[in-house]
């Protein structure tokens, strides 16, 4: 049921205010045609709020919202043709399965033989066949959740939400429930949005990331953009862990260098956008090697502050001239106890320099 | 052009409306029947059809068939609303003055044409966006506001007015200060908040003490501390006071013991000695009132205060205990200070409702007199003294709306949640092993008590002459049960019976609807619906029952004596327990299950009638069975609206009390009584836990 029909939904300078509290002040933003775009953020960034604005749920202080062409600024809930998972599923407790799933058919009046065949269709897509007469409460979360999205489903819907739909669900589990989800959105190709707080989560199931706080976007863009090219601390320590330290940039002639303490790095060939002077850096925990020589002025020195081990790796925390900086090691490697001198090596090219005017 | 499905709706709804504001005007009467409508004769209804007599006869068809080309016309959404909201507003208006004006009052021709026109205007708010342009809930809350205006608001209004006339209908602006500053005034409000204070204080202790023993005790006694429960619902509130009568009164039991043994010729007193012991009506006055609205409202305070007990977390006191504090020490520093809040509700709630009380002091004031009952005395009878009721009115009314509104601002929603008995997890720390035992002896005292009430109040029924004569008898159930159905008991019983069943399922209704749209929806005018609520609550008996004598008994909406205004009493009266149902219920279903249906298309009556009715069932039904109760025992309002031929059961009882009939009125209690309980354990036999309920 793959469709070239997907649209782009707009907002444009929306805004929702209650009372004086401005939730989302005049934000711009588009979800491109047929992808799943995630709305990522702390809890009480907005992002909810923007989901259901999108689903007319939430009238908007001011501002437009776009499905393609059409704009739909004043249709509800009801007129506008979008279908959503909610956090707590919210099925209803008194009807079984296939009435949960066939009740936006019963709404438009289709004949019975039509609902029950629409039903299975799409039960069978969320590998839910024969479930048709069980009660809410006769299936497990994981279960219930993916009636949650067959019904979501069965209007084939113009945009898609999700609002936090795997936060119930045990960890072992989610992570084959996204990998449906995002299965199932490709198929489909209906143009999505998904709000969690859960980084992994955002990271694995989306084309696309919206970063949000305090109701501003910090940062849109594709997973890998986001890990690798943040553009505030913000953002940084958002997605995945990252040490966001000072430092100052020195242009010379044969190229720019980083002055990190005691350490000088080159950056060769690696082009700055910054202007020389203070900087701020993220270091991802990844990057480093942990190492008992090195050269100080190459390498930042620092001693083990603490240290935990935590099954795959272990965690330290290191003293350096920079402030504490973590990082993790494979547990293959030697085991430093606390108090131990270190050298951290790493590549210049991993370092990620956070762009100016942020964080 | 194609007109889409809403569009459609949208013109067919208006035609229909409209339509049938034409045809009740052509065929209803448009001035009230002098007899009623079921009176009349052919010719008096035929002189009330509005386009025979009215001097614009056309003007009121012509003007709603207006509506029509407005609703089917291809406008923009935001002219088409500002028409059809003006031209509603603008023929209310013209309504309203075409009846003030000559003083006449309205016929239920007028009164459908007003809900047509009250329809007209949510199709027009509806298309100006209001409530995301829904025709249902604009509809609905019109229709709220509606009823809140007139039967909330205008008739409390009305006792202002009153109070600020004289009789001659002169400008009388201090009329109000004369009145509550005239001799007696003063010792009858003192009367009253010190009767207030005294039962609340009362009620509040043994509440506390009582649920104390029922969630904490290890006693199996605990368990019949669930008549508490029943008891005061199938009560009607002054039967307390009639069977304390028959215990403590001059011919009373207890007078009888001791004039037996300390009287003039007692068993222990010689012969040609004077007794030392003389029959007295000790218990009428304070003392008898304080007895029987303890006895009667200590059931409320138990049931706030078990609510709060079971709330606490079990893991706090647990905590104390592994400090080392002892069960005494634990009750002390960490149990009462959790409940205080729950105890000043108790204490709050036994104000209201002793100062509201009516039943209890009428039957056992004698001398005391108190403001409820003081209003009545003003109006019943010769005295007709509606400026003095108003005043008293207005004492009472602010007495009880300042303690409402202090108990809603700082114990916040608490009042609202019904009290259930839920239990958490954890263990509940037993008594102290002394307190237990005390308390044992006391609650058997007070079930003892209680039940030697009720014993008297069935007893009482069947001897002779209580006090006089205890020869067992029928003649007070003959009397009222076997002169045929037009005598004795059956009329005011069958009266009951008929307007509690018209009102029920309306309040449940209404009250379910007006808590899912203060609960669940923002717009404006959502104050006058909250402000509407709080006088529901508020407003004690009495004062509603005055108002609405001074609001409906003239032009233009004349309504007293008939059965239509005890229906519309038993409704506002009985409408908290609507509210509070909804509210809890609607507090235990997530409105993301509305949102859900909202979201595959739905339509809010459409959300209503397949997601939440089903959901609500059971509230429905006991909401609909307990304003069922409440009708069927409430006193303090329709005494002032009950006529000869719309008595009903409380009020034939008070008469009967009145006249002197004890064995008759409390005969007749008891039969209420039974009623009450048979119909109770009936419903919660239907009404058991479903499917549903557990689910949620």
Not at chain 2, 79 to 99: K, P
Not at chain 2, 288 to 303: D, E, H
Not at chain 2, 376 to 389: E, T
Request: hydrophobic residues 50%; proline residues 4%.
């Amino acid at each position: 049921m793959s469709r070239n029909t997907s649209i782009q939904v707009t907002l444009k300078n929306i805004s929702k205010h209650f009372g004086s509290v401005r939730v989302i002040d005049n934000l711009d933003i588009e979800f491109k045609a047929g992808t799943l775009t995630t709305l990522l953020g702390p809890s009480g960034c907005g992002k909810t709020t923007l989901l259901r604005l999108v689903s007319g749920l939430e009238p908007p202080t001011g501002g437009e919202i776009w499905f393609g062409e059409q704009d739909v600024s004043q249709f509800s809930a009801t007129q506008r043709d979008v279908g959503m998972v909610f956090q707590s599923y919210a099925l209803f407790p008194h009807m079984n399965v296939e009435k949960n799933v066939g009740y936006g058919l019963t709404v438009l009046k289709e004949t019975k033989e039509k609902i029950r065949d629409a039903v299975s269709r799409v039960l069978e897509t969320v590998n839910l066949e024969g479930f048709q007469k069980r009660y809410p409460d006769e299936l497990s979360g994981g279960q219930q959740q993916r009636v949650a999205v067959a019904r979501a489903l069965v209007l084939e819907p113009k945009v898609l939400l999700f609002d936090e739909p795997l936060s119930n669900i045990d960890s072992k589990l989610r992570r084959s429930m996204r990998d449906d989800i995002r299965g199932l959105q490709q198929k489909t190709g209906i143009t999505s949005i998904y709000v969690t707080h859960d980084q992994a989560e955002a990271l694995s199931v989306s084309d696309e990331v919206v970063v949000m706080n305090d109701g501003a976007i910090e940062q849109q863009g594709t997973p890998r953009d986001l890990y690798q090219r943040p553009n505030s601390a913000f953002v940084a320590n958002f997605i995945g862990d990252s040490n966001v330290v000072d430092a100052i940039l020195v242009a010379e002639e044969e190229g720019s260098a980083i002055v990190l303490g005691e350490t000088r790095i080159d950056l060769e060939k690696r082009k700055v956008e910054n202007r020389p002077g203070k900087i701020k850096l993220s270091l991802r925990p990844e990057m480093f090697q942990l190492r008992e020589t090195g050269d100080e002025k190459k390498h930042v020195m620092g001693t083990i502050a603490h240290s935990a081990y935590v099954g795959a790796v272990v965690e330290y925390f290191i003293s350096t001239p920079v402030g504490e900086l973590f990082t993790t090691a494979p547990v293959s490697e030697e085991q430093y106890a606390p108090g131990r001198k270190v050298f951290l090596h790493f590549h210049p090219d991993e370092l990620i320099i956070l762009p100016e005017t942020r964080g | 052009m194609q007109v889409s499905f809403g569009e459609r709706s949208f013109r067919v709804g208006i035609f229909t409306w409209a339509v049938i504001g034409v045809i009740s005007y052509w065929i209803l009467p448009w001035f009230a029947l002098e007899y009623g409508l079921f009176d009349a004769t052919m010719d008096e209804y035929w002189d009330t059809l509005g386009w025979k007599s009215h001097p614009v006869s056309m003007l009121t068809p012509v003007f709603l068939l207006l509506f029509i080309p407005i609703g089917w016309a291809n406008w923009s959404r935001e002219i088409q609303g500002r028409l059809l909201v003006s031209l509603a507003l603008v023929a209310t208006l013209l309504l309203a003055v075409d009846f003030i004006i000559p003083g006449r009052s309205m016929g239920l021709g007028t009164g459908v044409i007003l809900i047509v026109l009250a329809a007209l205007f949510s199709y027009g708010i509806a298309r100006l966006g209001f409530l995301q342009g829904d025709i249902f809930i604009s509809g609905a809350v019109t229709v709220v506001i509606f009823i809140i205006l007139v039967f909330v608001f205008y008739p409390v209004l009305q006792i202002f007015y009153k109070v600020a006339v004289t009789k001659e209908g002169d400008f009388a602006p201090f009329q109000f200060f004369n009145i509550i500053t005239s001799f007696g005034i003063g010792r009858v409000v003192l009367n009253t908040l010190l009767l207030a204070i005294s039962v609340g204080v009362a009620t509040t202790l043994l509440g506390l003490l009582f649920a104390l023993y029922s969630v904490r005790a290890t006693s199996p006694l605990r368990h019949l501390m669930r008549v508490f429960y029943i008891l005061p619902i199938i009560t009607p509130p002054f039967v307390v006071g009639m069977s304390l009568i028959l215990l403590f009164g001059r011919a009373g039991i207890l007078n009888d013991v001791l004039m037996y043994f300390f009287g003039s010729g007692g068993l222990f007193i010689p012969e040609g000695v004077e007794g030392i012991f003389e029959r007295s009506g000790y218990i009428y006055g304070f003392r008898g009132i304080f007895l029987a609205q303890v006895l009667s409202l200590t059931p409320v305070s138990y049931m706030v205060i078990v609510g709060m007990l079971t709330a606490i977390n079990p893991a706090m006191e647990e905590a104390s205990l592994t400090m080392r504090g002892s069960r005494w020490i634990t009750l002390k520093k960490v149990t009462l200070p959790l409940l205080a809040p729950g105890l000043a509700n108790a204490f709050l709630l036994g104000v209201i409702s002793s100062a509201a009380d009516f039943g209890n002091p009428l039957v056992l004031g004698g001398e005391y007199d108190v403001l409820s009952t003081e209003i009545y005395f003003s109006i019943a009878g010769a005295q007709l003294d509606f400026a003095k009721a108003a005043a008293l009115g207005i004492l009472l009314l602010v007495l009880s709306l300042t303690i409402f509104l202090i108990q809603k601002k700082y114990l916040g929603k608490k009042s609202f949640v019904t009290v259930t008995g839920v239990q958490t997890a954890g263990n509940v720390t037993p008594l102290p092993a002394r307190l237990q035992r005390y308390l044992s002896v006391f609650v058997c005292c007070w079930l003892l008590l209680i039940g030697i009430l009720y014993v008297s109040i069935f007893l009482g029924g069947f001897v002779k002459q209580w006090g006089a004569d205890y020869t067992l008898t029928f003649m007070h159930h003959k009397e009222l049960w076997t002169n045929g159905f037009s005598s004795g008991g059956w009329p005011s019983f069958m009266n009951s019976l008929i307007f509690s069943f018209i009102a029920a399922p309306l309040t449940a209704i209404l009250g379910i609807l007006i808590a899912y749209i203060l609960t669940r929806k923002r717009f404006v005018g959502h104050g006058v619906i909250d402000f509407g609520t709080v006088l529901i609550f508020a407003v004690p008996g009495t004062v509603t029952g005055i108002a609405y004598i001074m609001a409906f008994n003239t032009a233009p909406i004349e309504l007293t004596g008939t059965a239509i205004i005890l229906v519309i009493t038993m409704i506002i009266r009985a409408m908290p327990v609507g509210i509070r149902g909804g509210m809890s219920a609607l507090s235990q279903i997530s409105p993301s299950l509305e949102e859900a249906s909202l979201l595959q298309r739905a339509g809010s009556f459409k959300t209503l009638r397949s997601v939440l009715l089903p959901l609500l069932r059971s509230t429905i039904i006991s909401s609909t069975a307990y304003s069922f109760i409440r009708s069927m025992t409430t006193v303090s309002a329709v005494i002032f609206l009950a006529s000869a031929g719309t008595n009903v059961a409380t009020t034939y009882i008070l008469s009967r009390v009145e006249s002197g009939d004890n064995g008759v009125a409390v005969a007749y209690g008891s039969v209420l009584i039974l009623t009450m309980l048979a119909f109770t354990l009936l419903v919660q036999a239907v009404t058991g836990r479903s499917r549903i309920e557990k689910q949620m």
